[in-house]
Nanobody
Framework: VQLQAYGGGLVQAGDSLRLSCAAS????????AAWFRQAPGKERELVAS????????SYADSVKGRFTISRDSAKSTVDLQMDSLRPTDTAIYYC????????????WGQGTKVTVSS
């Protein structure tokens, strides 16, 4: 399975942005998907995750109520809708997949940069 991420850019505080990630290959093996981010000088953090079959999702406290993760199983895509963006959301965002039988997210997209100006 391979991932291609889209949608980053430069926005102002309070704006919205939608990130998309398209999976190709053996997508029937996907168990869950997630978006991570890494800000300059900081460790990578899990932003949101979603179980592929059920659609159940979870979020980091810092983005709850502002970000929404979704997936389209038919298209093998996973999106991250980001609303009410803050300068602290500035980071490189990565989509990732966990396959059936695996204990971690081990397939990664190339990252897309999001910059939120104040």
């Amino acid at each position: 399975v391979q991932l291609q991420a889209y949608g980053g850019g430069l926005v102002q505080a309070g704006d919205s942005l939608r990130l998309s990630c398209a999976a190709s290959g053996r997508t029937s093996s996907i168990f869950s998907a997630a978006w991570f981010r890494q800000a300059p000088g900081k460790e990578r953090e899990l932003v949101a995750s979603i179980f592929w079959n059920s659609g159940y999702s979870s979020y980091a406290d810092s983005v709850k109520g502002r970000f929404t993760i979704s997936r389209d199983s038919a298209k093998s895509t996973v999106d991250l809708q980001m609303d009410s963006l803050r300068p602290t959301d500035t980071a490189i965002y990565y989509c990732a997949l966990r396959r059936l039988g695996r204990s971690a997210f081990e397939i990664w997209g190339q990252g897309t940069k999001v910059t939120v100006s104040s």
